[in-house]
């Protein structure tokens, strides 16, 4: 893998006040400047970084988002947006010829599942989905549209029903990726409500692909989302994900480029892994 296709993922805010029990967020960094942002857009651009991520917290939260990915794109980024989909049909016009990917979660369909797995305030979240996957067929839709599902104690009984209902909206996705639980950051307090065991996961996810062979479902387990992606935090702080808790690998706006890429592209396992859990980014095409 070399720079032009790992994809980092950039929070621009930890800010979310959606309480989810599985968040791994680091919450409580300050948000940078639109200004400062951008130029680190830039400086990524001339590093020789091509595909970015727009994370968060809740990067739609922020009212200027558009302005990034607009910018990102602008200057021949492939961009990826990972939101909870609530603002996604309004913003949608402005997104379509900027956007590639948009990564929108659902865990369960129903109130109670997705109450138990997030929070009060996600448990219509399957009611999003719906909308959405309703709303694009008559709108001229470009962008990729992934899913993204954790599997936890709270919903590992019920994923063949949440493929099939999925299913049965009248827009296809072109991905779904389906998590085992990490307890990483807040998620880390509610272990004991949703850990799930790696052969447990692993035995039902070979199921359900194979109970719905025409949807695009691929999964990674704890430890092969381990150290498999680069995320740079809203400080501008790169780390990666490591166990429990996050690895510092530098700054990309006070270390030099040289440093940068010597600490993430100088480590194999980090290079394989990312490799490994990207490989549906790929077999699309992107926006130029
Ligand atoms: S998981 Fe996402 S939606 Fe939930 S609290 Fe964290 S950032 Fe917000």
Avoid at 31 to 42: G, H, K, R, W
Avoid at 80 to 104: A, C, K, P, Q
Wanted: aromatic share 10%; charged share 25%; proline share 4%.
């Amino acid at each position: 893998m070399d720079i032009s296709n790992l994809l980092l993922d950039f929070r621009i805010t930890s800010h979310c006040n959606l309480g989810c029990d599985l968040c791994f967020r680091n919450p409580g960094i300050k948000d940078s400047s639109l200004s400062s942002a951008l130029n680190v857009i830039e400086r990524m651009y001339k590093m020789g970084f091509r595909r970015i991520g727009f994370t968060g917290g809740e990067p739609t939260s922020r009212d200027d988002f558009i302005n990034m990915i607009e910018y990102a794109k602008q200057m021949g980024f492939m961009t990826y947006l990972s939101t909870v989909g609530h603002r996604f049909t309004m913003d949608h016009e402005r997104l379509n010829s900027i956007l590639d990917w948009v990564g929108i979660p659902i865990d369960g369909i129903d109130r109670h599942v997705n109450s138990e797995i997030r929070s009060d305030k996600m448990s219509n979240q399957h009611r999003v989905i719906k909308n959405i996957l309703t709303w694009l067929p008559d709108n001229n839709n470009r962008i990729n549209i992934k899913l993204t599902t954790v599997v936890s104690q709270s919903n590992i009984n019920m994923l063949s029903d949440i493929v099939s209902w999925v299913e049965a909206l009248p827009y296809k996705i072109q991905a779904w990726r389906f998590y085992q639980f990490c307890p990483l950051g807040v998620g880390k307090e509610k272990r004991d409500k949703l850990e799930i065991n790696t052969d447990l996961f692993t035995y039902k996810m070979k199921i359900l692909k194979k109970q719905h062979p025409g949807t695009p479902i691929s999964w990674a387990t704890f430890e092969e989302r381990d150290k498999a992606n680069v995320v740079m935090e809203p400080n501008f702080d790169i780390i990666i994900p490591d166990g429990e808790n996050y690895t510092l690998l530098g700054n990309m706006l006070t270390n030099s480029p040289e440093e940068i890429i010597d600490a993430i592209f100088g480590n194999n396992e980090i290079m394989q892994k990312c490799e490994n859990n990207r490989f549906w980014l790929d077999e699309r095409e992107f926006i130029v």
